[in-house]
Nanobody, 125 residues
Framework: QVQLVESGGGLVQPGGSLRLSCAAT???????????MGWYRQAPGEQREFVAA????????SYADSVKGRFTISRDNAKKTVYLQMNSLKPEDTAAYYC???????????????WGRGTQVTVSS
């Protein structure tokens, strides 16, 4: 089984930046099954929504329209870690951010089978 552990959340002012990290751990046979990784977020009282996803090589990415041009997803396969660089943050970006992983980017953008426990991002002055 794969474990996903997020870090990097916190309180930031509007217009500021944060970088989230998600490290994957577990048995090698499980790790190699999570070729694609991504991020979702959930604000209080709202449904969890897709934010961004990335394929194994990093050449394929997908973003929600609400974050395009502001957020960048990347990965370091040697460290089994995916990152989410968030710039020009807005109060509406406030949410718990969850790491997700599965075999394909299509699965990550629809129904990922592996989830982290989340990290809180609060954008407020």
């Amino acid at each position: 089984q794969v474990q996903l552990v997020e870090s990097g959340g916190g309180l930031v002012q509007p217009g500021g930046s944060l970088r989230l990290s998600c490290a994957a751990t577990g048995r090698f046979s499980s790790i190699i099954s999570i070729n694609a990784m991504g991020w979702y977020r959930q604000a209080p009282g709202e449904q969890r929504e897709f934010v961004a996803a990335i394929g194994f090589s990093g050449g394929s990415t997908s973003y929600a329209d609400s974050v395009k041009g502001r957020f960048t997803i990347s990965r370091d396969n040697a460290k089994k870690t995916v990152y989410l660089q968030m710039n020009s943050l807005k109060p509406e970006d406030t949410a718990a951010y969850y790491c997700a992983a599965d075999r394909t980017i299509n699965k990550v953008t629809s129904t990922p089978g592996n989830w982290g426990r989340g990290t809180q991002v609060t954008v407020s002055s």
